[in-house]
């Protein structure tokens, strides 16, 4: 179940280049490249004449030729040649997708593109902003892509699984409250005069407890940023403390597995390259735990015969919530979908 008019993180910007890159999302093919002008474009990576796969072929100036027999196709997805013939059939062509770079990556509309809607991006300006730095990249993740979404609004997994870095017992001893807002889901745990976790020490040195704050935005399809803030307890100053945000879109490949584009970006610090460093590999470790316990997970999910077996508790209802925005919005855009024409514009 996807959610299809609505923008997915296909690529970091400096992924994309003078060269055709494949990306599959929300089940469909796509082939991605820049112009010789940086734009990005983005087609359907399936050729109108046999379905051969368009980015095997060539990247011909602002054209995809296609690597089977040659057939090409513009920036726009309209044929513009086929070899030995002049006729060009009107149905010889490829669906376009509506397609933002904004904030380091690059945004895929996946539904009608007359309703593409650059409002509808989450507001992940921290990833690009002067005063904050961004380190981050992206996890090939075989499961469900809301079972990430899950493991993001509900933090009390890190007392259990990330005791390394983020987690302690102050998270799951905190109740978390929560509100949900249109399409949003808000969570927030604030713990005060408590111990800092392993990875809060080695950034910041606390030597006593501190005051942290988890503030959580879930916005459609599957994006979630975390405000995070860490400062001696009792002194609510910047400088003695810390706070970055952990920005996080997953982009569903399909059913059962995910690319989970991170950044942790941060206002404290900034010309500290050695911390930078390693706050980036002690986030990419933990974020690697996730990934063990998500994969596994939805191999048991998958091998499970019962309908719906799962037993919610109280730390569920963010990621309740955000599942039930989720299939009303799919739902929504099931029911609208008309056959979307090919975009030759
Ligand atoms: S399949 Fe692409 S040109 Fe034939
Ligand atoms: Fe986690």
């Not at 990430?148 to 799951?172: F, Q, R």
């Not at 470790?285 to 309908?307: G, M, P, S």
Request: proline share 5%; glycine share 6%; aromatic share 8%.
């Amino acid at each position: 179940m996807f959610i299809k008019n609505a923008w997915y993180v296909a690529a970091w910007g400096n992924e994309i280049g003078r060269h055709l890159t494949q990306r599959w999302i929300t089940g469909e093919p796509l082939v991605m490249f820049r112009t010789e002008a940086g734009e990005v474009a983005v087609l359907e990576d399936r050729c109108a004449h046999r379905r051969a796969s368009l980015s095997k072929g060539n990247l011909v100036g602002d054209a995809v030729q296609c690597g089977y027999h040659g057939i090409t196709f513009d920036c726009s997805g309209k044929c513009t040649h086929i070899p030995g013939q002049d006729k060009i059939p009107p149905a010889m062509q490829v669906r376009r997708y509506p397609v933002i770079e904004k904030w380091k990556w690059i945004w895929v509309w996946m539904g009608d593109p007359d309703k593409a809607d650059e409002s509808l991006l989450p507001e992940f300006q921290y990833n690009d902003m002067p005063g904050w730095l961004a380190t981050g990249g992206c996890l090939k993740v075989d499961a469900n892509y809301q079972l990430l979404t899950d493991n993001l609004l509900d933090l009390t997994h890190e007392t259990y699984v990330h005791g390394k870095t983020i987690g302690n017992s102050a998270i799951v001893e905190t109740p978390m409250e929560y509100r949900v807002e249109g399409n949003e889901v808000h969570v927030q745990r604030i713990m005060r005069n408590t111990p800092p976790p392993p990875l809060f020490k080695k950034v910041r040195g606390f030597t006593g407890n501190i005051d942290r704050w988890q503030v959580i935005r879930f916005q459609m399809p599957a994006n979630v940023s975390i405000d995070a803030r860490g400062y001696p307890a009792g002194i609510d100053d910047l400088e003695q403390g810390m706070r970055w945000f952990s920005i996080n879109s997953i982009t569903p490949i399909d059913e059962r597995s995910s690319l989970y584009f991170w950044t942790i970006t941060r206002c404290f610090a900034l010309d500290d390259d050695n911390l930078t460093q390693m706050i980036n590999d002690q986030i990419l470790k933990t974020f690697l735990e996730d990934v063990e316990v998500l994969e596994a997970q939805q191999q048991l999910i998958e091998t499970d015969t019962r309908a719906n077996p799962d037993i919610s508790i109280r730390a569920d209802s963010g990621a309740i919530s955000a599942r039930r925005i989720v299939q009303r919005l799919a739902e929504a855009d099931a029911v609208q979908a008309q056959p979307v024409e090919a975009s030759v514009n």
